[in-house]
């Protein structure tokens, strides 16, 4: 399995009855992987995971593998606050036939410290034979996941990367220059995609692509063979004329660009409404 290149964190799209609109959500992944996404992401947080039953929660999930078809790897959200409720979750979901691996982020609002988030994690990866994809998303976790504790987490053999959202590249360029070398650091950054690629980083996993995933995945490959590509500084001058709309996940704009792009449903579930006209 090679992780690299362009990744979407999926949207989930819903009928007007507050249902997955599984149709719409086939669709979707089909489209994604005709325009040259590499890997996908269902039910994070630009899925709305937090917003979905269980029942729905590994639906989204058997709709996506089945979609995909093989095409592309598929790593299911399965982030928790609870770490016994993530290590079932995690059981639940290897029970999928075809699904890839498992993204999962930092314990929300807990907010614990470096042992805590270590232990945390170590406990989801003993708890699966399958690939493991950290995820450090501290402005919405409460959270960071210092370099110094991801480097002992990837001496796990089934933790295989990391996507990288602290929004801070220092900490990304010494995550990078101290890292094994099959461990792959993922943009979870649209803003800071070029700086990581630039830097080492493997690929980036993108909200904005789920509107323009042909763009987003035509961004990484020339700043993964030669920094400073032109091609990849005009997509980046074109996509930062629509920043935040595109860039920040569950985002209204977001979801209305991919229904007018022939992508998936603009319904919303609450606590999301529709935006007044």
């Known amino acids: 399995m090679n992780l690299q290149g362009c990744g979407t964190a999926l949207i989930t799209p819903f009928r007007p009855d507050g249902g997955v609109d599984e149709t719409a959500l086939h669709a979707h992944v089909n489209w994604q992987i005709a325009n040259g996404i590499s890997l996908l992401i269902p039910v994070g947080t630009t899925g709305e995971a937090s917003t979905l039953s269980e029942a729905e929660w590994i639906r989204v999930i058997e709709v996506t593998v089945t979609a995909a078809a093989g095409r592309v790897p598929v790593f299911a959200g399965a982030t928790h606050n609870a770490t016994h409720q993530a290590v079932a979750n ?38 699966t034979e399958l690939p493991i994809l950290l995820y450090n998303i501290p402005a919405r976790t409460g959270a960071n996941l210092e370099p110094d504790t991801v480097l002992r987490l990837a001496e796990i053999p089934n933790i295989v990367g990391i996507k990288e959202s602290s929004g801070n590249l220092a900490q990304i360029t010494e995550l990078l220059t101290q890292a094994p070398r099959a ?43 030669t920094t400073g590509s032109p091609h990849a500084a005009s997509i980046v001058t074109t996509l930062h004329s629509c920043r935040p709309s595109l860039w920040n996940p569950v985002r209204h704009p977001l979801r209305l660009c991919s229904t007018c792009l022939g992508g998936a449903t603009k319904i919303f579930v609450f606590p999301w409404s529709q935006c007044p006209r």
């Open 90 to 127: 995690v059981k639940k979901f290897g029970r999928i036939s075809g699904l890839t691996g498992i993204l999962t982020a930092n314990p929300y609002y807990n907010r614990p410290g470096q042992r805590g988030q270590y232990e945390h994690f170590r406990a989801i990866a003993e708890s």
């Open 183 to 225: 461990f792959r650091i993922f943009s979870g950054d649209d803003a800071l995609a070029l700086a990581t690629l630039a830097v080492g980083g493997m690929g980036l996993i993108s909200v904005a692509s789920n509107a323009i995933p042909q763009q987003m995945s035509q961004l990484v490959p020339p700043l993964s063979a």
